[in-house]
């Protein structure tokens, strides 16, 4: 699995999926995707379901973008204007701070 592309998170918590990105995922606007937190990345992936467990659903706005919840950001250390990096791998796509990224 290697690095897709870097995207930095705005100062309302969001982050643009690039059009490319979605694409591969069929994603389109409207659609909802569950963000599940693992230690310290995140797993999206498209979602029909609202009832995952440990998962939070959002829907992708007309601008590829999705709202990463507060809570979910301070659990892993993110803040506004961090890079992150972004995974593509299968029909998943895992979110990982772009510093400890390059650092490993």
Do not use: F
């Amino acid at each position: 699995m290697e690095r897709y592309s870097s995207r930095t998170i705005d100062e309302l918590g969001r982050l643009v999926l690039h059009g490319e990105l979605r694409k591969l995922l069929g994603l389109e606007t409207g659609d909802k995707v569950s963000l599940t937190l693992v230690d310290s990345i995140v797993i999206l992936q498209k979602s029909d379901d609202d009832s995952k467990l440990n998962s939070v659903v959002c829907q992708v706005s007309d601008l590829g973008m999705i709202d990463i919840p507060r809570e979910a950001r301070q659990r892993l250390g993110w803040d506004t204007k961090d890079k992150i990096a972004l995974y593509h791998t299968g029909n998943i796509i895992i979110l990982k701070s772009a510093e400890k990224a390059d650092a490993a």
